[in-house]
């Protein structure tokens, strides 16, 4: 009977690897019968050799399923969904091709991207995305007006202005990248990024970057505060979420003087990071980006994810550091959490235990939260920041420089202690109290 059943088995798994081998050719079949075959293809396979011999498919050596397709310079002008299907895929060359990504429903470039030999294949097609380098530069000049403290040399050739521009290597050198950092040494300070109605025309672009070298108020309360050398987007141009082949959108240590991110227009990012950046809330939109697949949330003084977010799946994501607690969550929230962020409970920032007002801004504090034998801070202490920490008769136990938003406590029995942190924002003493050495 034990034979048998070995036996059945066997049989049901051939005939399923069979069932699979054959769903794969049909998909194929479909790619050949979307795209016209032209001179230079190798889209040419006939159902009278094997697909093994296809030119351009390869096979797993022991599934004999399809997990590699070649088709760089096919002329494909169209990708089926029926793609999605190629459960062992993992490799899709689809280069210098006549594939327009706006004609593609979000799951399908979602797809794509997982299995793409190149991040940017969508700006690597031949075909005409409107605008030229012409119109790019003209927006880089208007860009360098607006923002003097980029210290763009325009005298010099298009291309090498200075960093941050990105060229991508096919349709004659468009701007594809663009990465604004307000470097410490700048003499600028505090940034003001002001971007053009124009940016619409840079119809290339795929990478936006913005990172300020300072590191945001975190409690949300005095939204004027920005540390030296952190940058303030000014607005975004509504054609900016309209830019078509937008993937990456990274900003981090930055602040929006006016929070109008209509982000959802945005269809087909894949990459969002908004680390050291804070929010009064998320948009709403950001759940109906079906393309997206890594979120990262780090410190950015959140306590609430938009409903529609948690049907996203994602391949990577982060939300340390901010005020989200089970119990203030819809369970389909926690449970996405818990899913794609295994230890995010573990990495919040604790309830507070200590409150010092800015001596400066009376509508501004910051707020000492507990933290596996550490002090953590609700904001980035700037270097140079002196902390003591005084038994209750005014003895000095510690004494010293720190930064950062963590540091660790020295050996203190259990009691309670007056912390003191002074620096250009703060000059005042807190109680705190301690257990052993880790704060209560």
């Known amino acids: 009977m034990h034979h048998l059943l070995v036996l059945l088995l066997c049989i049901i798994s051939l005939v399923h690897a069979e069932s699979s081998r054959e769903s794969d ?4 079949l479909s790619i050949k019968a979307n795209n016209p075959v032209v001179q230079g293809s190798t889209i040419t396979w006939t159902l009278d050799k094997p697909m093994a011999q296809w030119s351009g498919v390869y096979l797993d050596k022991t599934s004999g399923r399809v997990n590699r397709l070649e088709f760089k310079s096919c002329s494909l002008i169209v990708i089926p969904t029926e793609i999605q299907s190629l459960d062992s895929l993992d490799y899709l060359d689809i280069r210098r091709n006549k594939l327009d990504m706006r004609t593609m429903e979000p799951e399908l470039v979602k797809y794509v991207n997982k299995v793409s030999s190149d991040r940017d294949w969508a700006t690597r097609q031949i075909i005409d995305y409107g605008g030229s380098r012409e119109t790019d530069s003209l927006v880089l000049l208007e860009l360098a007006r607006l923002n003097p403290w980029l210290e763009w040399d325009t005298t010099r050739p298009y291309g090498v202005w200075g960093d941050g521009v990105e060229f991508g290597s096919l349709n004659n050198n468009r701007v594809t990248g663009l990465r604004f950092f307000n470097d410490s040494s700048s003499e600028y300070g505090q940034a003001l990024l002001r971007l053009p109605e124009t940016i619409i025309q840079l119809s290339m672009l795929s990478t936006f970057i913005v990172e300020g070298s300072g590191r945001i108020l975190i409690n949300g309360v005095d939204s004027s505060y920005l540390p030296d050398h952190g940058i303030i987007i000014d607005s975004f141009p509504s054609g900016f979420w309209k830019l078509p082949f937008l993937q990456t959108l990274k900003i981090s240590s930055t602040h929006f003087q006016k929070n109008n991110l209509e982000i959802g227009n945005a269809k087909y990012l894949k990459t969002i990071s908004f680390a050291y950046t804070p929010f009064d809330s998320l948009p709403e939109s950001l759940g109906s980006l079906l393309s997206l697949d890594t979120l990262n949330l780090f410190f950015c003084n959140v306590g609430y994810i938009p409903t529609g977010v948690s ?21 389909g929230t926690v449970n996405w959490l818990n899913t794609y962020a295994p230890n995010w409970e573990s990495d919040q920032f604790r309830p507070t235990v200590s409150v010092i007002p800015h001596t400066s801004n009376p509508k501004r504090s910051l707020t000492i939260s507990s933290s596996n034998a550490q002090l953590t801070f609700s904001e980035w202490l700037p270097h140079g920041t002196t902390l003591r920490i005084h038994d209750l008769k005014g003895r000095v136990l510690f004494q010293g420089l720190v930064s950062g938003t963590t540091m660790a406590l020295p050996t203190l029995s259990t009691g309670t202690y007056l912390v003191s942190i002074a620096n250009r924002h703060i000059n005042t003493t807190a109680k705190v109290q301690i257990t052993g050495s880790s704060v209560r």
């Open 25 to 28: 050719s049909l998909v194929l």
């Open 311 to 331: 049907s996203l799946k994602l391949r990577y994501l982060d939300v340390s550091l901010n005020h989200l607690f089970k119990e203030n969550l819809p369970t």
